[in-house]
């Protein structure tokens, strides 16, 4: 050990600091395995997958180019490309012309597809209301406020 980190000086900062990153890293992995298996089991009940799901869930605004939804969600292009041609050839989905770019084409869902987004309601509700109640209301505007803040810190310095 070095005389800066006995001393309490930057590198001792700095390995404070890696094992944060390392705890929000494991932390946020875990989390995300965990709302890939609940987000499975609900969409499974509507004849979706959780990728499916994402990927319908992302153009109920309105149609979007595959690339912009890539972008939204931090994934990758071909991710979403494969959920979405899976999407159209179920009939979940469709794509349409996109008069900005010919070649990016809008995805768009289908009455089919908003019919299973309709039926994921009951159990995305259900599951809401169990976190507020783990978490508490406060809680729970809590963390989506951290996860937000935390998603907009990675975005700047990938940015910088």
């Known amino acids: 050990m070095s005389t800066g980190e006995r001393a ?3 590198e001792a900062g ?4 890696r094992d944060l990153l390392s705890r929000t890293a494991l932390g946020i992995f875990r989390l995300n395995g965990q709302f890939l298996a609940v987000s ?4 499974r009940e509507a004849g979706l997958t959780a990728s499916w799901w994402q990927v319908l869930g992302a153009v109920l605004p309105g149609p ?3 690339a912009a939804i890539a972008r939204t969600m931090g994934i990758t292009r071909q991710s979403v490309q494969r959920s979405a041609d899976l ?8 794509y349409e012309p ?3 770019h010919r070649r990016a084409k809008l995805l768009r869902a289908t ?7 309709r039926r994921l309601a009951p159990g995305h509700a259900a ?15 809590e963390t989506v406020r951290v996860l937000d803040r935390l998603s907009e810190a990675m975005e700047t310095i990938q940015e910088g």
């Open 64 to 66: 979007r180019p595959v």
């Open 14 to 17: 700095g390995r404070e600091q």
């Open 127 to 141: 599951l809401a209301a169990r976190l507020a109640a783990a978490l508490g209301p406060e809680g729970f505007a």
């Open 8 to 10: 309490g000086g930057p």
């Open 40 to 43: 499975d089991e609900l969409a």
């Open 87 to 94: 999407l159209v050839e179920h009939g979940l989905a469709a």
């Open 111 to 117: 009455e089919e597809g908003l019919a299973a987004v």
């Open 98 to 100: 996109n008069p900005a």
